[in-house]
Nanobody
């Protein structure tokens, strides 16, 4: 099991950028594909994107493709979600999670979750 902690959320104007971090504890972090999800009030948890164990492959939801970029640094045990050209509809709590299979787009495919970080995009 790996423990995950998200950070970097906040309030940003539409069109702006934020970078979220997902810091992991445990020596086996580099074995795990990592996914990002988000959940807006009253909505189901939604797949944002994922990265494979060594960062060589990424996958994105159509709604964020071309605007969001996932990367990882296995030396620092951290995965990043760079969010550019933010829209109001990107407002949500963002979660990172670890899986054993890449790519996995459903939340049930992830075994370890962070506590989430709030991202609010204002107009």
């Amino acid at each position: 099991q790996v423990q995950l902690v998200e950070s970097g959320g906040g309030l940003v104007q539409a069109g702006g950028s934020l970078r979220l971090s997902c810091a992991a504890s445990g020596r086996t972090f580099s074995r795990y594909p990592i996914g990002w999800f988000r959940q807006a009030p009253g909505k189901e948890r939604e797949f944002v994107g994922a990265i494979n164990f060594d960062g060589g492959s990424t996958s994105y939801a159509d709604s964020v493709k071309g605007r969001f970029t996932i990367s990882r640094d296995n030396v620092k045990n951290t995965v990043y979600l760079q969010m550019d050209s933010l829209k109001r509809e990107d407002t949500a709590v963002y979660y990172c999670a670890a899986s054993n299979v890449y790519p996995t787009v459903t939340p049930t495919g992830y075994s370890s979750w962070g506590q989430g970080t709030q991202v609010t995009v204002s107009s």
